[in-house]
Structures are given as structure tokens and as C-alpha cells.
């Protein structure tokens, strides 16, 4: 005996009509919908999508890593480190030099993660919208050197349990104030050029702010000399920083749309021509 009602048998009748000699369109099963319309209009999202990208101003396009390889970093020597090891600066420690050492190994050198700044030069750079972040903790600042387009805000950052008073040495605009533990504080560089930050408070906190109007990216390599930059398609100036100078020679750097990742032929040589400071030997 069927028990079904006539509305429900009709609406299921209906449901198999998928047009009229008129034109009227009725829709037919589930798999007839999703077989064709959602496919449509992924492909008209995707094409909007990409046009959104291609007219829209502003929009960046696919960044490229670029690797490479920075070399000479034991002739980069630590001014901070060797001020230190003068007796007349009062800074005591209970270390002895031990002659079962290598003289190679007993130099103060820099330590490339923090304190050597590989940038990547174009026509102009733009400051991010994000400030950049400068953290002061255990006597040191994370990183020492950096290098920022014209107009970058930065932030520093105590991490220590203590306060610190960080001020510019050249007084171009950041004048000694307290920083307590677990606080910021905001500073954006007046113009182009090379800043010195100290810290009224901690002699062994020293870093180095350079402002170049071309930069566009930065790198820190790892110990053994590894970089890596994101770098949109165009040619690039890579450029090595210690202490707020530059050091080594340049290296020119085509980047092509593909591949996503791209070596960069040859060693960044940091520690032949330029080389650290003065001040660094000392």
C-alpha cells in the first residue's frame, strides 16, 4: 500500500523536469548542481581575485627567497668586547687568557646573528607599517645593527627584570628616558643617516640604527654565514652592515619572478674592504 501523499509524490516529479520548450528552467537533481554551477563560479572567483591583485594599488606581488652566503666574519671584531678587556675601563672580570687556546679563538669577533645586517638595497624603500621591534635584554640588544628605510618606527623592548635609559648619542631626537621592566618604548629616526644607541644605565648595551631611504629588505645570517631575504622580482644591491657601517663588498643581485627560491652566486664578502670601525680594534 503506498502511503505517500499526492503533494509529495508531485514534488518529486517536478524535481526531474529540468526545462520547458520555453525556456523556463526548473532545477534538477543535487548532482546536476554541483557538477556544474559551483565549478563556474570558482573559476569566476579566481579571476576576479586575480585581477583584484593586478589593479589594485599597493597590492604586493609573490616575494622570492634569495639565499646566500656572507663570508669574513672573524675579521668583524666586537667593539663593546674589546673596550671591555682594557684594564682602564674599569670593567673587571675574573677570565684570564689561557695560553693552551688558540689565538683565533681568544679573538672578541662579533657575533653575526645579531650584529651583522645584510641589506638589500633597491630604487626606494618604504617603511612597514609595523614598527620593528628592538629587544634589550641580558646586556645586549637583539639586533645590534639595523638597517631601516626612511621613516620606520621602532619599538625597543626591556626584557630584563631591570630598567634601562636608552638615548642617542649624536642627541638627534632620543634623549635618556627609562624604560622599566616589561615596557616599550617607540622612536622613529629623524632622517638618513647612522645612530648610536647607549644606555645610561648598562655600558654593555650599544647598537647602531642606519637609515638607508633604499632599503628594502634585511637579513641576519646564521653562524656559519647562511642568509635568506624576501625580495620581490628586480635587481638589488645586497650590502653588508657591522656597527652601523658598511662592510665588505656589495654584491648585485638580479631576483626573476620564479623560481620561489634563488641563490645568490658567490660569497658577501664582509670582512675585505670597509671593514668595522676603527673603534673596533681598540
Given at each position: 500500500m503506498d502511503t505517500r501523499s499526492p503533494r509529495s509524490a508531485g514534488a518529486r516529479h517536478d524535481g526531474r523536469r529540468l526545462s520547458t520548450g520555453t525556456g523556463a528552467t526548473s532545477f534538477g537533481s543535487s548532482s546536476h548542481i554541483t557538477g556544474r554551477v559551483p565549478r563556474r563560479a570558482r573559476l569566476l572567483r579566481r579571476l576576479a581575485l586575480t585581477l583584484a591583485i593586478l589593479t589594485v594599488p599597493g597590492v604586493a606581488l609573490a616575494a622570492v627567497t634569495v639565499k646566500g652566503r656572507a663570508t669574513g666574519m672573524p675579521k668583524l671584531l666586537n667593539p663593546v668586547w674589546n673596550e671591555a678587556k682594557d684594564p682602564?675601563?674599569?670593567?673587571?672580570t675574573f677570565r684570564e687568557p689561557s695560553p693552551t687556546v688558540r689565538a683565533d679563538v681568544r679573538a672578541l669577533v662579533g657575533y653575526a646573528?645579531?650584529?651583522?645586517?645584510?641589506?638589500?638595497?633597491g630604487e626606494k624603500g618604504a617603511p612597514l607599517k609595523a614598527p620593528l621591534r628592538v629587544v634589550v635584554a641580558g646586556g645586549r640588544t637583539s639586533p645590534v645593527t639595523l638597517v631601516i628605510a626612511e621613516g620606520q618606527q621602532i619599538q625597543f623592548e626591556n626584557q630584563d627584570p631591570f630598567p634601562h635609559r636608552l638615548y642617542e648619542v649624536g642627541n638627534k631626537g632620543l634623549p635618556p628616558a627609562d624604560i622599566a621592566a616589561a615596557k616599550t618604548r617607540a622612536w622613529t629616526?629623524?632622517?638618513p643617516g647612522k645612530y648610536e644607541i647607549r644606555d645610561q644605565l648598562s655600558p654593555s648595551v650599544r647598537s647602531w640604527i642606519v637609515v638607508e631611504p633604499r632599503t628594502v629588505a634585511v637579513g641576519y645570517p646564521d653562524r656559519h654565514g647562511n642568509f635568506a631575504v624576501e625580495l620581490e622580482e628586480g635587481k638589488y644591491t645586497l650590502q653588508g652592515y657591522f656597527n652601523g657601517e658598511p662592510v665588505g663588498k656589495p654584491v648585485e643581485v638580479d631576483v626573476k619572478a620564479r623560481p620561489d627560491t634563488q641563490i645568490v652566486r658567490g660569497p658577501l664578502v664582509v670582512g675585505a674592504a670597509g671593514g668595522p670601525s676603527p673603534e673596533a680594534g681598540k
Open positions: 682602564k675601563s674599569n670593567r673587571y646573528p645579531k650584529e651583522l645586517c645584510v641589506a638589500a638595497l629616526p629623524p632622517g
